[in-house]
């Protein structure tokens, strides 16, 4: 029996549906036989030999998806992986819809990036022993290769040298498209997922990500690939049909970002920050402006040096987890520094710590770190006369609603209902740019001061259309030196914010689902919950229940397959006081649960004691929540709850 055969057969042990089965073995048949393939074929023959069909099926059964402005997963062999095939895929779709978008352009130009990533195949998926193409594959490998493609299909490139010991961050990524006045860019990055993971993140001429219908248009596109058009990097090169991105980008990117300042800079005070990049790019955009602005700047030493391996790390290189900060935590300890700044491996989201009233070391998770910056940039510019006379603040549905009463308390307008996803932010700018308006908000760019989500991510800037960790360190380091100059601290900020526009718990829960069968598990638990949602969760009555793919919802008509993916995202209000909501990740193999529980605002004369316990027994009530409704939930699809 031949190794095709053989592979066929193994996966009729596997449980998953028979056509998934099918399309493996087509696509299976293609890497087995097709000339492109030829390199991947020592590896291919080694997992049929050695039987490991589970494995097999899901690198085959489907093309890597692509889903919210790219593909994103695991580095490894076959189309369910990225690998220089599903990305030279994706830039050759990327290719005709730049055409499509733009039929009188004359010369297209995109703008490339890339991270520190290097696969090694931490996982130990493949033979060592054996030729592996995908193994060292590098970011910058994978954003040379996708330069070959886009000169061979007459768009030019703009990169970094390959000698360049410079990374471009994503927020300034966002910015370059925008100040060279391309008509999209690439960036070929997994944020802070795992290290053997890498992807490529589309952006449009604005320096965002096409939101529906247009991602949907480049999707498709995408699907119809059927011949890649490629040169080699090194004669892309020879042909003179790229260029070499220079420092000046990245000079403005740096002065932007330094002219969110709102306080005077410091100066011979004693204020030190701890910063991490955690082995990512932040050092050349966060901590240059700190450094810039006068910040005396202590860094994490062990974990400066760019490496996509991640090897000084806790946990994640992901400054939404605690872990991650430890080694800045200690740094900070023996430095006695006021704040803890890290930021993500493509600098976009932003991580803090703050010294607590017993002198421990307490992270700010992203609710509070996105409230603490609006309350900040708001009152600063109401006190220098620099607000604007229509100030907008956006928000995620699912970033805390603090952010709702502290917009409205300074008379600013709020869009506080958008899906996830920075694209979404991003979008509203350009409505505002377009129309002067977007649903009921009206205005400029000019008008708009911050747009915040609970996943870390900031934008103060309407230059920049996307996340962005260098300017809201600034802030986030600026907000610090206000309060310790006033005799006070970052926490007794917060406390203050609780006191005055009501404490609010929000936590955030995963459910990992990974493979054909977690797919499988997650879409059949939205649906039941869809079909069914609970009437109570932990004894409160579900007052209202919202299925943002209704068509006859406040989202309207579904725009395509991308635009159903974001808005599988059911909402469950447990009167004014509760809210959970639950939404696949639309880049982790996951799904993510989000709870909400508020206080009112305190009354006057509440004392300490009695306000502490009502701040408890929210706690409390949004861990019986978190337990209940998970426990119901995942009960609907034979899984236990998660820890």
Known sequence: MDLFRQAVEGFRTVEADAALKEQAAKYLKQWLTEPDFAAYRPQLHWLIETKQWAGLLDRFYQILPFGTGGRRGAVGIGPNRMNLWTLGASVQGHCEYLRERFPEAGTLRVVLAYDVRQFEDKRKQYNPGLPNPVLHLSSRALAEHAAGVYVANGVRPTILPSESKHFLATPELSYTIRLLGAHGG??????????????????DER???????????MADLVDQVAVIKQIPYAEALRSGKLTMLDETPHRAYIDLCRKQSVVPPPKNEDFKVVFTPLHGVGSMTAMEVLVEQGFRVIPVAEQMTPDGQFPNVSKSPNPEVPESMDRAAATARRHKADLVLATDPDADRLGAMIPD??????????????????????????QQGRLPHSPIVVRTEVTTGQITLIARHFKAQIVDNLLVGFKYIAEVLWQLEQQGSYEDVSGTPEDFVLATEESHGALLTPQIRDKDAASAALLMAELALDQKRRGQTVLDYTDRLAREFGYYRNE??????????????MALLLDRLRAAPPQKVAGLAVSSFEDLRDENGRLGPIKGSTDAASRNFLIFRLGDRAKVVLRPSGTEPKAKTYIEVRTPPCVPGTTAAAWQRQCRETDELASVIAK????????????????
């Open 357 to 382: 009233r017993d002198g421990n070391w307490r992270f700010v998770t992203g609710n509070e770190i996105a409230a603490l910056l609006t309350h900040f940039k708001l009152s600063k510019l109401a």
């Open 628 to 643: 209940d409704f998970m426990r119901e939930s995942l009960a609907l699809i034979g899984l236990p709850p998660p820890e």
């Open 186 to 203: 690439l960036n070929v990055s997994a944020s802070h997922n795992p290290p053997d993971d890498n992807g490529g993140k589309f952006y």
């Open 508 to 521: 955030g829960i995963p459910v990992f689902m990974r493979g054909i069968q977690g797919k499988q598990q």
């Open 207 to 217: 320096g965002g990500q096409p939101v529906p219908p247009e991602d949907q248009l």
